[in-house]
């Protein structure tokens, strides 16, 4: 079956080369490509430069074997005889690359060709080139020269080959006018022979959007274009060829075509943007690209169709020059195309640009370009006064020396504009400084250190101004002379040095001289004289002579003392000058490193302790000393008296803290320890620790209640406090006694009539019967003298006494109750109160004695008091007065 295809391929092309030659010898010749397109294989992606490709064959119909051709392509050459060649290196990244080729015949037509490289395998070579055909003009309307485009041949019986047919693109031209349907070609099945086939394509175009652009006749299977193609909206199209037998199961392997639409130079370039806008600056060099404009061009960018030129037409103003600039006619960059840009006098220029395709000879747009020029410092700035002369008073920093005025002939505000100063001779040491004033356009001088009247009378500098931007091209630097008078005022007396160091011992004696401290005067032209006095001396102990500036000692200095840091004492000395007008003080820091003195005896910190009595482990007492290194540690601990019956001590292991342990187990209740500490230099001194010891085991110290000969201690402040109270009664019980009215008075009831009643004076009748009483009655006589005032109730204005706290040592448990006793004894604000009692008057006539008989000291005469003598010293006072008879 595959030798009979093979068999009916060469008689259709046979009959065709006869048929085209017949055709050919009875018409006349035409020029233009032999087809409309050509086809070159490679064995590589990857082709380089100078490659041979192959030949596009072209008829001028008039002998001649040379034509002109351009390749669309910049990639591709072609000689005049045809032959293709590669410019520089081409990569077939899809495995193939098409382009177009033109050729202008003797009379100056053009044609075109389309031309395609593809890529083949070695061993498919021979199978491609009886596959590829070449394409006739569309145009041509005869049916025996139309394109057959047959489906692959079976290899044996039904089965088709897996590679189809190497089918090249087909190319049509944009913006037909038709007539439409226009027929492109025909697809065709070697069955159709044998048996009718159905043909049908699908794919863009077909019946993908934009649907029903091509079309396929059914049972011909020609292949119709139904409307003008638009490349800019769509330039290629894939379609797939099918064809299926009528009432058999016999179909063809689809088949791939590909509809190139070749580009027509139907869209003007376009600029991105209308008006540009650039900068130039006015001192820019010939050459000096500046901006960018930039056109797009709808049409294919790799025809001319889409290449676009630019240039321009027209500046505007045309000064100093007409042709200032200049623009490049591939990139669109401007460029400066010669000198006499000025600022000053041409700050714009609108430039008009054409974009054309074709290289300049299709379509055009034009555009506009608005150039600014901007400043350059091409203007010196220039002090509008060159000399000055000025006074400055000495001593002073940051004053004001002069201002320096300038002008400059630069755009305002910009960079050429604003100006700088710098001081290039005349101060040497440093002594000014020069910055740039608020409005840019002067220069300010003032001083950074203070000037010396006795050292330099004058100063001569030479300021230069420049801008910030630097200068364009050679421009001279405008120079400004100060001069700087320096004014003598009254300086203050200066120390020498300004801060002295001493070395003394704390201990030195009161009135014994430190040291002489003195002071020059730097006003050189006058005789002045300097006195001294203390201007700082936190602790008072020290005095200055006026006159000579002898620092003496007025008061015992210590190291230990809070003004003293570091062991340095300071202290602040002043020197007044005399002069009349305005007197000038100037100051020195006296500091005194004091060498310290054994003066200060080691003591320990810890005053109070705790601990058990049982299993308790040593107690560490810290010891400090005030005094330096030298004269406190290491210590050494001693124990005296009581205190070494009961404790022992030992020393840590840096000799600063003493471990104190008790001997023996000891009874619950508080203990004075005294331990005497001395200093590595022999001081020694007495510390008294009061060391609580608990009835307990270990390092948990819990003290219960302290009990005083097996009874607890609170008990024991019961007792004391009954016998308190008792020895007070039996004092009030005497003075009752003592103040008792010697004469007896009849009662106002009989004895043996005393009744529980209140009786109301101040009515006459109101007998036994009479049972209702109103006591507010008692309170009349005061409601109606409100002067009085009356207070019977504890005293609040008074200080209660403090009693003294339960001591720790029973042994003064005596003094205890002594001083607490004492202080009972004198309460004031223990009952009975000594307050005003206020008696309403009853008149007189009263059968009942005079109450003052209570104030009488014979009262208790008819007593015996000598018995209080035997109470102690405590109740002397009582003996004196109850004892000892009428005084």
């Known amino acids: 079956m595959a030798c009979v295809g093979i068999v009916r391929l060469g008689v259709i092309i046979f009959l065709f080369q006869v048929f085209s030659c017949g055709y050919t010898e009875e018409s006349t010749c035409t020029p233009g490509f032999e087809s409309e ?64 080729v033109d050729a202008w015949d003797s009379s100056g037509k053009k044609h075109t060709v389309s031309v395609r490289v593809e890529r083949v395998h070695h061993h498919h070579e021979d199978h491609h080139m009886n596959t590829v055909m070449n394409i006739s003009s569309p145009q041509m309307e005869s049916p025996s020269d139309d394109l057959v485009l047959m489906f692959p041949k079976p290899s044996t019986g039904l089965k088709r080959a897996k590679r189809g047919w190497v089918i090249p693109p087909f190319n049509i031209g944009e913006n037909s006018r038709g007539p439409f349907p226009e027929k492109m070609h025909q697809i065709k099945s070697d069955y159709s022979k044998e048996i009718q086939m159905h043909y049908s394509i699908t794919g ?45 199961d016999i179909k063809e392997t689809p088949m791939e075509i590909i509809v190139n639409v070749m580009d027509q130079n139907d869209n003007k370039p376009v600029f991105t943007q209308n ?86 000879r299709g379509y055009g747009s034009t555009g506009t370009a608005v150039i600014t020029v901007t400043d350059s410092n091409d203007n010196a700035p220039q002090f509008v006064q060159t000399s000055h002369t000025v006074s400055v008073p000495e001593n002073k920093v940051e004053a004001e020396v002069a201002r ?11 960079p050429a504009w604003s100006t700088k100063y710098k001081i290039i001779d005349g101060d040497k040491s440093g002594f000014f400084s020069v910055s740039t004033g608020p409005s840019q356009l002067e220069g300010i001088i003032t001083t950074v250190k203070p000037l010396d009247f006795e050292k330099n009378k004058q100063f001569i500098l030479s300021v230069i ?21 320096v004014e003598d005022v009254n300086e203050p007396p200066e120390f020498n040095p300004k801060e002295k160091v001493i070395f003394k011992p704390e201990n030195a004696p009161v009135d014994s001289e430190l040291v002489t401290y003195k002071a020059t005067d730097p006003d050189t032209a006058k005789a002045q004289k300097i006195t001294y006095k203390i201007g700082s001396d936190p602790a008072g102990w020290l005095s200055v002579a006026p006159d000579t500036g002898v620092i003496k000692v007025k008061s015992l200095m210590d190291r230990e003392s809070p003004s003293v840091k570091d062991g340095k004492y300071r202290a602040i000395i002043l020197a007044l000058d005399n002069d009349g007008d305005a007197p000038a003080t100037g100051t020195g820091t006296l500091v005194i490193e004091l060498e310290d003195v054994n003066d200060n ?137 003592r103040r008792k009215s010697s004469t007896k008075k009849e ?23 009479d049972q209702d009483f109103d006591l507010s009655v008692l309170h009349r006589g005061l409601d109606n003298r409100p002067e009085v005032f009356r ?76 018995f209080i003598n035997d109470w102690g010293p405590r109740f002397k006072k009582l003996a004196d007065m109850y004892g000892g008879g009428d005084d």
């Open 37 to 100: 397109t050509v086809v070159f294989k490679v064995h590589r992606n990857h082709l380089h430069r100078g490659k041979r490709l192959g030949r596009v064959p072209f008829s001028n119909c008039d002998g001649r074997t040379r034509t002109l051709f351009q390749s669309v392509d910049k990639r591709f050459d072609v000689n005049t005889d045809g032959t293709v060649t590669l410019k520089r290196q081409v990569t077939l990244h899809e495995g193939h690359k098409v382009f177009s």
């Open 404 to 414: 320096l005025t300038v002008t400059d002939g630069d755009e305002e505000g910009s």
């Open 465 to 485: 101004v420049e801008n910030d931007d630097p200068f364009v091209g050679s421009l001279a630097t405008s120079t400004a002379t100060v001069t700087v008078n």
């Open 275 to 360: 008006p540009f806008n650039g900068n130039v600056a006015e001192a820019s060099l010939i050459g000096h690209e500046f901006m960018t404009v930039t056109a797009t061009d709808a049409d294919d960018p790799d025809t001319y169709n889409g290449v676009v030129s630019y240039a321009i037409v027209k500046q505007d103003p045309e000064l100093p020059k007409p042709d200032l600039f200049i623009i490049n006619p591939v990139t669109g960059g401007i460029r400066v195309n010669a000198l006499g840009l000025d600022k000053e006098k041409w700050s714009r220029y609108t430039v008009l640009i054409t974009a054309t395709d074709l290289e300049g």
């Open 601 to 737: 005896a080691p003591v320990i910190n810890e005053r109070n302790i705790r601990m058990c009595n049982r299993g308790s482990a040593p107690v560490l007492l810290s010891i400090s000393d005030k005094d330096g290194p030298s004269f406190a540690g290491p210590f050494r601990v001693e124990t005296h008296g009581e205190t070494s019956k009961n404790w022992s001590t030992s020393m840590n292991g840096t000799s600063t803290g003493v471990f104190l342990t008790p001997k023996s187990a000891l009874e619950q209740g508080d203990y004075n320890v005294v331990l005497k500490v001395i200093d590595q230099a022999g001081l020694d001194q007495e510390s008294t620790i009061q060391a609580t010891v608990c009835n307990c085991e270990g390092e948990d110290v819990q003290c219960a209640d302290i009990r005083v000969a097996g009874m607890p201690l609170s008990g024991v402040l019961g007792i004391l406090g009954g016998i308190l109270l008792l020895l007070l009664l039996a004092l009030l019980l005497l003075l009752f006694m």
């Open 204 to 248: 863009e175009g077909a019946d993908l959007d934009p649907k029903g652009t091509f079309t396929i006749e059914r049972l011909t299977g020609n292949l119709f274009v139904t409307r003008p193609l638009d490349r800019e909206i769509k330039a290629s199209y894939r379609l797939m060829a099918y064809a299926v037998a009528v009432g058999a």
């Open 747 to 769: 009662p106002l009831l009989p004895e043996d009539d005393i009744r529980d009643n209140i009786y109301y004076y101040d009515e006459e009748g109101g007998g036994e019967d």
């Open 791 to 866: 207070n019977d109730v504890a005293p609040t204005y008074m200080t209660a006494p403090q009693f003294r706290p339960r001591p720790s040592n029973p042994d003064e448990i005596g003094t205890f109750i002594d001083d607490n006793l004492n202080a009972a004894d004198n309460d004031p604000t223990a009952p009975p109160y000594d307050s005003l009692l206020v008696f309403d008057y009853e008149g007189g006539g009263s059968d009942a004695g005079s109450i003052s008989s209570l104030n009488s000291s014979s009262s208790g005469g008819d007593q015996d008091y000598d």
